[in-house]
């Protein structure tokens, strides 16, 4: 079966320092893979979302970057973390069948 | 452009009472319908999904939704709420591409509180 991983689970950094979210898909070849934050008390709002590898759109504009080295794998970064990249961050996945899959979400707090 | 209009930020229900969960969608085509559910500090879960065909729609732990393209609405329903049921529900629209690509757009959510 297909499962999605997601680490760290939560995160404080201070603002400035660099950020790394790794997200991983087990049990599935060449999914589409998106990265999703959630804001305290406001929905989800899609920041990037990727075909294939290497292959990266982003939805806004902002602080954040995102990368696929491998299928399975997307990664969510940032060189100087801001106090307004604080947020529930969500990897999701899906292959051709309409509904997306998420993992458990990081919480990362910029102090 | 695609958007989901939850109308209730909050909803309080009894436990044993009945359920309804409000959703209103703007889009082009036709959509593609779905409801999640989230925990404190969990990820997003399934509940149910409209793609074609029978406008009721069944999921999982008890849950219902209907399609109305009249109203362009999607509203959640559950006829028994049971403590377990407290969270928060978002409800998406998507819009299919070519190559299986789908993007969602997510409502604001309603959160839901059960009393005992």
């Known amino acids: 079966s297909q499962t999605i991983h997601q680490w760290p689970a939560t995160l404080v950094q201070p603002v400035g320092s660099p950020l790394s979210l790794e997200c991983t898909v087990e049990?599935?070849?060449?999914?589409?893979l998106y990265w999703y934050r959630q804001a305290a008390g406001r929905g989800l709002q899609l920041l990037f979302y990727?075909?294939?590898?290497?292959?990266i759109s982003s939805e806004v504009p902002q602080n954040l970057s995102a990368s696929r080295p491998q299928d399975r794998q997307f990664i969510l970064s940032s060189k100087k973390l801001l106090l307004s990249d604080s947020g529930f961050y969500l990897c999701?996945?899906?292959?051709?069948?309409?509904?997306?899959?998420f993992g458990e979400g990081s919480r990362l707090t910029v102090l | 452009a695609q958007s989901v209009t939850q109308p209730d930020i909050h909803i309080t229900v009894s436990e044993g009472a009945s359920l309804e969960l409000r959703c209103n969608y703007s889009?082009?085509?036709?959509?593609?319908l779905f409801w999640y559910v989230q925990s404190p500090g969990q990820g997003l879960q399934l509940l149910l999904k409209?793609?074609?065909?029978?406008?009721l729609v069944q999921g999982i732990k008890g849950f219902e939704a209907e399609f109305k393209r009249s109203q362009s609405s999607f509203n959640l329903r559950k006829p028994s709420v049971h403590w377990s049921d407290a969270a928060e529900y978002f409800c998406?629209?998507?819009?299919?591409?070519?190559?299986?690509?789908?993007?969602?757009?997510f409502g604001a959510g309603t959160r839901l509180a059960v009393h005992p």
């Open positions: 998406a629209v998507a819009s299919l591409f070519s190559g299986g690509y789908n993007k969602l757009i």
């Open positions: 409209y793609f074609s065909g029978d406008t």
């Open positions: 999701a996945w899906t292959v051709n069948t309409g509904e997306l899959f």
């Open positions: 990727s075909v294939g590898i290497g292959q």
């Open positions: 889009y082009g085509a036709t959509p593609y």
């Open positions: 049990g599935t070849s060449n999914p589409n």
